[in-house]
């Protein structure tokens, strides 16, 4: 099988094809990415893809990708993907998304159904976050919860799904949808919750709390995302879709303190953490939890994502493999072996990003 993967590069996307290729050695892998402040080359070091530095705004570009490399299973993660940013900037989250996602369909129809048609896979890794947010005693989402979505980021998302569904429908591209919910593990941009923390945690940096720091989301390690989205790909039915969660609803408030007591105690067993990371409140005998710091609220700031993945686990046999304790744990230890992975990214443009984001919110 050949497989074209879109934002490769990116976090999930890169995590993929770590996976990908250790399952299945005998499969091509084409990632095409255009390397945005999200994506890195060296996240994909070391592993037996082919890659193609390009738009997928380029309907041309995927079109001779998909014909030339005799493409069959199209794996669609690239995204403009972080909602503080889509409420700064929100075109660039349509012209990604939407028209981003527009062109991938096209091409793909282009391609896949002239003729007599090839057999083919176009899977769309949505979010949860379409569904909008839930009060604390709602049912959790599941595939037929009504879209209802609040951020520019999850509006993009929203518009993408239903045109992967339309091309479905109308044209017959053989289309397969995954929405999931808040992934965490290696290789994340530390511009989301736990990256971030991490390092600011590591650096004696404030751990901004937005509000009241009672929303809820559900964590999934992005392993046992990339498990599903095999699942999808390997026993999923054509046309549908399929939400992934970890079954991990947390307060924000107790992953910020899990990481916190975490941090606390991998310095204490570890004395070598104190020279390398000097300015680390943990470095001197104090606690992390020193570093919370109340900040004003996100605008729009979705309350509780919770998933019902029961129609995963009756159709695809998925279910998660790690509990949050678990992941959470593997996910320190990588951040904190890969310090050469994210000081690269620190020195780009992430830094302004932090930077001008705190004097934003005082
Ligand atoms: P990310 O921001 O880490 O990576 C996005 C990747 O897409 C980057 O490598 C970037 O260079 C690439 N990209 C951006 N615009 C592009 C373009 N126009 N052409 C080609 N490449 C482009 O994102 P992520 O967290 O890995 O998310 C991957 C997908 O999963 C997204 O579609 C996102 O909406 C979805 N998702 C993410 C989460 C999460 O918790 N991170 C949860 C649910 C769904
Ligand atoms: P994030 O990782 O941005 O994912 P999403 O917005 O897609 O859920 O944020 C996770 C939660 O953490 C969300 O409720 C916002 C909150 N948050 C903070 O409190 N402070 C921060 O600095 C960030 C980045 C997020």
Known sequence: MTLLVTGGAGFIGANFVHYWRARHPEDAIIVLDALTYAGNRASLAGVDVDFVQ???????????????????????????SHVDRSIHGPAAFVDTNVLGTLSLLT??????????????????VSTDEVYGSLGPTDPAFSETTAYAPNSPYSASKAASDHLVRAWHHTYGLQVTTSNCSNNYGPYQFPEKLI???LINALHGRPLPIYGDGMQIRDWLHVEDHCRGIEAVLQRGRVGETYCIGGGAELLNIAVIDT????????????PALAARFPGAPAARGTPTASLKTTVTDRP???????????????????APARDFATGFAATLAWY???????RAVLDGSYRD?????????G
């Open 259 to 270: 990481l916190c007591a975490a941090v606390d105690a991998a310095f204490a067993a570890d």
């Open 300 to 318: 729009g700031h979705d309350r509780r994502y919770a998933i019902d993945e029961a129609k995963a686990r009756a159709e695809l046999g998925y």
């Open 107 to 124: 091409a793909a129809r282009s391609v896949w159904l002239a003729g007599d048609g090839t057999p083919h896979r176009f899977h769309h």
């Open 54 to 80: 390009g738009d997928i705004r380029q309907t041309a570009l995927v079109e001779q990708l998909l014909r030339n490399r005799g493409v069959e299973t199209l794996v669609h993660f690239a995204a403009e």
């Open 195 to 197: 990256p971030l923390f």
């Open 336 to 342: 904190l072996a890969n310090e050469g992975w994210w």
């Open 353 to 361: 990003w932090v930077e001008t984001n705190y004097a934003a919110r």
